[in-house]
C-alpha cells in the first residue's frame, strides 16, 4: 500500500531526540515556574493589572523583559472617537525598510505588552530589513471580548489604508505568539472580508490556540512547561466571560471554525467556471515545539489552511515547550532554531 496522504515527522516527538540545551531550557522553564508560584494573575488577592506591573519589575517567574532605546511609541486611531491604539515600532538598524510586519503579543488575552518583546523582534527586523510594529490591544479582564480584537483589526486596516511614512513602506506580514497568533489569524480572516483588493505577503502563526472551547491536547495539558489546562481557562474565561463552550467557537473568536473554504474559489476560478472570485489566503508559517498544548490546534488550522487554497508549512521544534521563543536565544539553541525558522519565511515571501 502507498504511504499516507498525510505524513507527520514523528521522530520530532520522540523524547529521545530532545538535545541536552532543550533539557536544560525545559528544567529551566520548570524551575522558574515553581519559583513563582506563589503569585499567580487570577489571585484574588492579586489581580491581573498588579500581576503585570510586578512582571514589568521582574518580580514574578521570569525576569523584566529588555527594552530598547531605539524602539519608539506611536499612535493609530481607533474605532472610537477621541481614543488612540498605542503601537511599538522597531525598525532595522541599518538600512532601508521592506515594508511593515504586524506583532500581536501573546499572554491569553490578559498579560503581555506591545514592548515586552523587544528582543526578539529587533532581531527579526535586522535580519529581514521589515518595520516590526506590535499592537498594544486592550486585555482582559478590564476589557473583555471584543476590545482586544477590534483593536488589531483597527491597526491593521490603517495599514493598508495609509503606510505610516515613506520610509516603513507597506503593510507585508502579520504573525503572533499563543493568544496573539490567534488574533494574527483572525486579523487576516478580518483583511480578507473587509478589504478584499489587498494581498499579504504571509503570515506567521506560532504556537497560537486557534480553538477557544480547547481541543484535546489542550483540554488534557498538565505538563507544566510554560502553561497548562488549567492556565489557559483561567485566560480565556477572563477574555471571554459567561460564554458557554459551544459560543466561544464563534468564528468571530475562534478562527478554527471559520468558513475559510470559501477562499478556495480564487485558486480554483481560472479552472472552475462556478467557482466565486474570493481573494486568497496568504501564505503561512506554523511554527511551534513538541512539548506544547497547542499541537492539536496548529495541526488542524494548518490543514484547514491548505485544504482552502492558501499555501501552508508547519514546523516542530523539537521538545521546545510553550512560549520558547521568550527564553534568551544566547542560551538556548532551539530558540534560535525558531526565530530562524520565521526569519527565512519571512525572507522567503519577501
Not at 502507498?2 to 529521545?16: Q, Y
Not at 532605546?69 to 525598525?91: F, M, Q, T
Not at 478562527?255 to 503561512?284: C, E, W
Request: contains cysteine.
Amino acid at each position: 500500500m502507498s504511504l499516507s496522504d498525510i505524513t507527520i515527522r514523528a521522530e520530532a516527538f520522540d523524547l529521545d531526540h530532545i538535545d541536552g540545551s532543550t533539557s536544560m531550557l525545559n528544567a529551566y522553564v520548570i524551575s522558574s515556574a515553581s519559583a513563582g508560584q506563589g503569585v499567580k494573575w487570577h489571585d484574588p488577592d492579586v489581580g491581573a493589572a498588579k500581576f503585570r506591573a510586578l512582571q514589568d519589575e521582574g518580580k514574578t517567574s521570569w525576569p523584566a523583559p529588555p527594552k530598547f532605546d531605539y524602539g519608539e511609541y506611536i499612535s493609530v486611531p481607533s474605532r472610537e472617537a477621541g481614543r488612540e491604539i498605542k503601537c511599538r515600532l522597531l525598525k532595522p538598524q541599518e538600512g532601508g525598510s521592506k515594508g511593515v510586519f504586524l506583532h500581536f503579543h501573546g499572554g491569553g488575552h490578559v498579560l503581555g505588552h506591545a514592548d515586552w518583546q523587544d528582543s526578539n523582534l529587533s532581531n527579526f527586523a535586522n535580519r529581514t530589513g521589515l518595520t516590526l510594529i506590535s499592537v498594544e490591544y486592550r486585555l482582559a479582564p478590564e476589557s473583555p471580548f471584543p476590545a482586544g480584537n477590534e483593536d488589531c483589526y483597527d491597526v491593521a486596516e490603517y495599514l493598508v489604508d495609509h503606510s505610516l511614512s515613506q520610509d516603513s513602506g507597506p503593510l507585508k506580514f502579520v504573525g503572533g505568539e499563543s493568544a496573539g497568533a490567534s488574533l494574527a489569524a483572525l486579523t487576516v480572516l478580518h483583511l480578507l472580508e473587509k478589504r478584499p483588493a489587498f494581498a499579504l505577503a504571509g503570515v506567521c502563526l506560532t504556537y497560537g490556540i486557534f480553538d477557544l472551547s480547547l481541543l484535546p491536547s489542550a483540554r488534557t495539558w498538565t505538563n507544566p512547561l510554560i502553561t497548562n489546562t488549567e492556565a489557559v481557562k483561567n485566560y480565556f474565561d477572563a477574555y471571554l466571560p459567561n460564554l458557554s463552550p459551544d459560543e466561544r467557537r464563534n468564528p468571530a473568536i475562534s478562527p478554527m471554525y471559520h468558513p475559510i473554504f470559501q477562499y478556495r474559489g480564487s485558486v480554483l476560478a481560472s479552472k472552475d467556471p462556478y467557482a466565486t472570485n474570493k481573494p486568497q489566503l496568504p501564505p503561512a508559517l506554523f511554527l511551534t515545539g513538541t512539548q506544547d498544548l497547542v499541537l492539536d490546534d496548529m495541526v488542524l488550522m494548518h490543514f484547514k489552511w491548505q485544504l482552502a487554497g492558501g499555501e501552508a508549512r508547519i514546523k516542530f521544534v523539537e521538545g521546545a515547550p510553550h512560549a520558547f521563543l521568550l527564553v534568551p536565544s544566547q542560551q538556548f539553541k532551539i530558540v534560535g532554531q525558531g526565530e530562524g525558522l520565521i526569519v527565512e519565511f519571512l525572507k522567503e515571501k519577501l
